[in-house]
């Protein structure tokens, strides 16, 4: 039976690879790469070294050209080096290939996402969801990655298997992935039942890019302890929390950020999770301003969003950590009046752009909260006149 063990284990040293391809921009891959190195640090992995190459399509063997590989080659071996990640996904082949190029292991994007998520599940549906999502990584590539699953723990013997131990194998991870759905289909029906159980609550969604606070504005709204830190998917299960404002009380879920190029089977797997979006009254989407990327990962939550078929629902923006905003914009020499001039059109360019359903606030800084709350309060109210519109009292 193939195990599936963390890929990365703390202090690895490790390069980046990323494809500089006909639709996209040096800058934009800087940035791929940057939030890859973010993911790496989060797995464990220590970054010494990015390389690019221009290319109009990938190599179908190793997915770089023959001296970009020659260069990662020597530098691998030049700087003790125990892994190479790249950022686009890989076939099982392409992996077997360059590593028997470079020496080390390589593992692409969606492998370092898996294993993320694989050490940060905790509950028993969290578990399910990962492992289904890994065995659906691997079903494709089991026959180029024979030596990639033996170093995961697979068990698998040292010579090189037959098509008759590669369809054996296959099969027992049809049957896995069998039973897994299987269990997650139990779970999701406990979950379903919890959720109709929660009553006639209006229901609020956090929802947004990972690591732009939503845990902790969680904690700040509901006042509860929710996990938080600075780091990538820090929060993988949806945790609810019952809120009252001014005596009107909702649900509040805080949800799995989103990422470019998440892995197709982790998404289907954590269809579940994704349904406290779904099933959402109204979104907060949360967007960390001070990243010089914000936009573009307002994007990718978006797109996210209509995937999900949730991108109509009401949506309050709400734009967090404005103090490192002004810390990474604003020169000691701009006065004060220039830098509330910058501050009202960047407010008066978004409100335009979200109907006036958005808020600028500071999580950690407590900065605008009392805003934040009356927003929240006025749109929750205005969905239970919605739903309840025979009602003369839509909260208690």
Request: aromatic fraction near 8%.
């Amino acid at each position: 039976m193939i195990e599936k063990k963390q890929i990365i284990k703390k202090e690895e040293r490790a390069v980046l690879v990323g494809v500089i391809q006909k639709d996209q921009t040096e800058d934009q891959v800087n940035e791929y790469l940057d939030e890859l190195a973010f993911l790496a640090e989060t797995a464990g992995a220590q970054t010494v070294k990015m390389f690019k190459q221009k290319l109009q399509h990938p190599d179908s063997r190793t997915f770089v050209g023959k001296g970009k590989l020659e260069e990662i080659k020597q530098y691998v071996a030049l700087k003790d080096v125990d892994m190479v990640i790249f950022d686009d996904e890989l076939t099982g082949s392409q992996i077997l290939n360059i590593e028997k190029e470079v020496g080390v292991r390589v593992i692409d994007r969606s492998d370092l996402i898996l294993d993320i998520f694989a050490s940060r599940a905790r509950t028993a549906q969290a578990k399910v969801q990962v492992e289904l999502a890994q065995y659906q990584y691997i079903l494709p590539r089991l026959k180029g990655m024979w030596k990639h699953l033996e170093r995961q723990g697979a068990g698998i013997g040292s010579r090189g298997p037959g098509e008759t131990e590669i369809e054996t194998d296959r099969r027992i991870v049809k049957d896995k992935i069998a039973l897994l759905r299987k269990r997650l289909q139990e779970i999701d029906k406990q979950a379903f039942t919890q959720r109709k159980d929660r009553g006639e609550f209006i229901r609020v969604a956090l929802v947004g890019y990972t690591n732009v606070g939503k845990s902790t504005i969680m904690n700040l709204i509901s006042k509860s302890e929710v996990f938080a830190e600075n780091k990538l998917f820090a929060t993988l299960d949806t945790t609810t929390r019952k809120v009252v404002f001014e005596n009107t009380p909702f649900l509040l879920s805080d949800t799995v950020g989103f990422i470019r190029k998440l892995p197709h089977h982790l998404v289907e797997s954590f269809k579940s999770t994704l349904d406290e979006v779904r099933e959402a009254d109204v979104l907060l989407h949360v967007v960390d301003i001070s990243h010089a990327q914000y936009e573009d990962q307002i994007g990718v939550v978006n797109k996210t969003l209509q995937e999900l078929k949730a991108f109509e629902k009401p949506i309050i923006t709400i734009f967090n950590k404005m103090d490192l905003y002004q810390q990474r914009n604003f020169d000691e020499w701009l006065s004060d009046e220039v830098k509330q001039d910058i501050l009202l059109e960047l407010k008066e360019r978004w409100n335009l752009a979200t109907n006036n359903n958005c808020v600028f606030i500071s999580a950690i800084e407590k900065l605008n909260i009392e805003e934040l709350r009356k927003v929240i309060l006025d749109k929750v109210r205005d969905m239970y006149q919605i739903r309840y519109p025979y009602k003369t009292v839509y909260y208690t």
